[in-house]
């Protein structure tokens, strides 16, 4: 999916600093974004209002193969909805998984201010929607389902965290950071 195909001068740069520079040079552009934004799952209840609001405040971001996106530990403020390409994230725990588009990370940080859970890297060339923390609440406002696109991921990501602790052996509390319970062997 081209999301800003003829839009833009294909020069963007990859250094953090100037990878996030707003996308929308003009009008124009803004229009080719609302009309592509209305493809995306995420967004396809919103109204042309609430799609030009969300193309003000977000951001296009291109990365290789192999780019670190986010790395456990960092301080997390910025939210990432894929629209092309593949990530994968490493929990530090079991084998790494993959999203691809439509799906999103970056949003805990973001919820609860802690620093980043997992490291994601791009699989292959990725174009993400990125928004920041400072306009994270615009999407609250103008997306009328996402709360509970958030929850029902949080959801799966935490059920599908047991799962993978309980094949390794850990039990779904400490899978969450619970200490054991009982006798602890040294």
């Known amino acids: 999916m081209e999301l800003v195909s003829g839009m833009m001068d294909g020069s963007l740069s990859y ?99 802690y620093p980043r859970s997992a490291t994601v890297v791009a699989d292959t060339p990725v174009r993400l929607l990125v928004i920041d923390r400072e306009n994270f609440s615009v999407l609250h406002r103008e997306v009328p389902d996402f709360t509970q696109i958030l929850l029902v991921t949080l959801s799966r990501r935490v059920r599908q965290t047991e799962h993978r602790s309980e094949q390794m052996g850990a039990t779904p509390a400490q899978a969450r950071g619970a200490a054991p319970q009982g006798p602890v062997a040294s």
């Open 15 to 113: 250094e953090l600093k100037n990878r996030l520079a707003p996308p929308f040079p003009g009008p124009g552009f803004q229009w080719g974004a609302k009309t592509k934004l209305k493809e995306v799952p995420m967004f396809e209840a919103c109204s042309e209002r609430q799609l030009r609001r969300i193309a003000r405040i977000a951001r296009i971001f291109d990365a290789p193969a192999g780019t670190v996106i986010t790395r456990i530990g960092e301080p997390g403020n910025e939210f990432y909805l894929i629209l092309d390409g593949m990530v994968s994230v490493d929990l530090s725990m079991g084998k790494p998984v993959s999203l691809r588009p439509g799906e999103f990370f970056g949003e805990m940080s973001l919820l609860d201010g």
